[in-house]
Each structure stands twice: as C-alpha cells, then as structure tokens.
C-alpha cells in the first residue's frame, strides 16, 4: 500500500494536481470538463452524496476545503486549497476522483485508474509562492495556443491574455465574473481584489516572455 508523504495542516495552503495515467486525456468533452467542475462543488462536503439524487440547486452546507483557484487541461488539472478542516484535502480530493472515474470509466466503457496515483501536492510555505500559483495555474490553457510559449516568448500577449480569460474550465472565469460557486477567495490572501488585477499580475508574467 502506497502512503502519502504530504501531510496536510489546518489553515495552511496547499497546490494539489495530478495527470492521466500513461499521460492520456481525463476530458475529451466539454461534458466531462463540466461534470468534473460540477463534482468539485458538490463532493466538498461532509454530507454523502448520492450524485443520481443531487438536482441543480444542491445544497451542500458546510465546505471541507477552501478552494482558491484552478484549472482544467485536457490530460491534468490544479487546485489550489486552503486545508478547513482536519482530513479535508484527504476526504476532498477521494470523493472527487473517485466519482470522476466512475463517471468516465462508465461513459467511456473502460476499467482500471484514470490518474497516475494519488493526487501529488505541494505545501505552500511561503507569499510569494502562493501569489506565483495563481498566475502559474491560470496561465497553464496559454499552452493550448502555443505550447511552446515560455521557452520561445510570446508574440502577442493581448491574443494569449484574451485565450487565458476566455478559457471556460478554469477559476479565472469565476475571479472575471465576480460569481463566486466553487472558489472562495475570502480564505485567502486579497492579492486581486478586482478582475483588472489578475489581468494585470497575468500581463506581466506574460511580457516577461514577449518576443
């Protein structure tokens, strides 16, 4: 049996992401990207879920964690947390990919583990780090347009911010919004108070790049 190294403390911040298992795609829909974000809402909870009985306007009480950002790629994803309770990110993150796998392995007519082991995580021991995660995890559809973009620079910053803040499966859409569902930005730092900030904070990390 395979034990976790990471241990998990309350109140402290975590970056959590994993990848299909022999780098294969974990969404090959639109359906699968939605239902996965669906599943991020309604398993944090302590409440167990029956998922065939939770209709549109589910009610999940209290959060086990506290969800700052995210992103979803075609073959991996990111979740930034805040760990709330004792156990959360454990119990979390089990729910989540264990009703995503049941879900896929039945759509798709398949068996066997979708990811490539647990779920890896790093512990956030520091502001700077954590500021960097968000452009960092929002940054990451830039790699659909271009996914040479760091190595080789950017040759027009206003097209890839464009892409980046249009993406659909990413926390930035909820930050552009100000329609806050599976995040919740109060149990963290305010770095961006307002959309015009993260556009800014995403700006710079992409001119760093310009060609």
């Known amino acids: 049996m395979a034990f976790r190294k990471q241990s998990f403390a309350i109140n402290e911040?975590?970056?959590?992401?994993?990848r299909g298992t022999e780098k294969?795609?974990?969404f090959l829909d639109k359906g699968d990207y939605r239902h996965f974000l669906f599943l991020m809402y309604v398993c944090n909870t302590e409440k167990s879920i029956e998922l065939r009985k939770i209709g549109e306007f589910f009610d999940r009480k209290g959060a086990i964690v506290d969800i700052g950002a995210y992103c979803l790629m075609p073959n991996h994803f990111h979740i930034l947390v805040r760990e709330k309770i004792e156990g959360g990110i454990s119990k979390y993150m089990l729910k989540l990919m264990t009703s995503y796998t049941m879900y896929f392995n039945k759509k798709y007519k398949r068996t066997g583990k979708l990811c490539k082991g647990k779920f890896k995580s790093s512990y956030i021991d520091n502001d700077n780090y954590l500021k960097y995660l968000y452009s960092y995890?929002?940054?990451?559809?830039?790699?659909?347009?271009d996914k040479d973009w760091k190595?080789?620079?950017?040759?027009n910053i206003n097209n890839l911010l464009k892409y980046v803040f249009?993406?659909?499966y990413s926390s930035l859409k909820e930050y552009s919004d100000l329609k806050f569902k599976i995040i919740n930005p109060s149990k963290f730092p305010d770095y961006f108070k307002y959309p015009n900030d993260h556009k800014?904070?995403?700006f710079e990390w992409l001119s760093f790049?310009?060609?």
Not at 137 to 144: D, E, G
Request: aromatic share 12%; glycine share 4%; hydrophobic share 30%.
């Open 13 to 18: 911040y975590y970056h959590l992401y994993n």
């Open 200 to 202: 800014s904070e995403l």
């Open 24 to 26: 294969r795609k974990i």
């Open 166 to 168: 249009e993406y659909e």
């Open 151 to 155: 190595e080789n620079g950017v040759k």
């Open 209 to 211: 790049k310009e060609i």
């Open 137 to 145: 995890i929002h940054l990451n559809p830039a790699k659909l347009v």
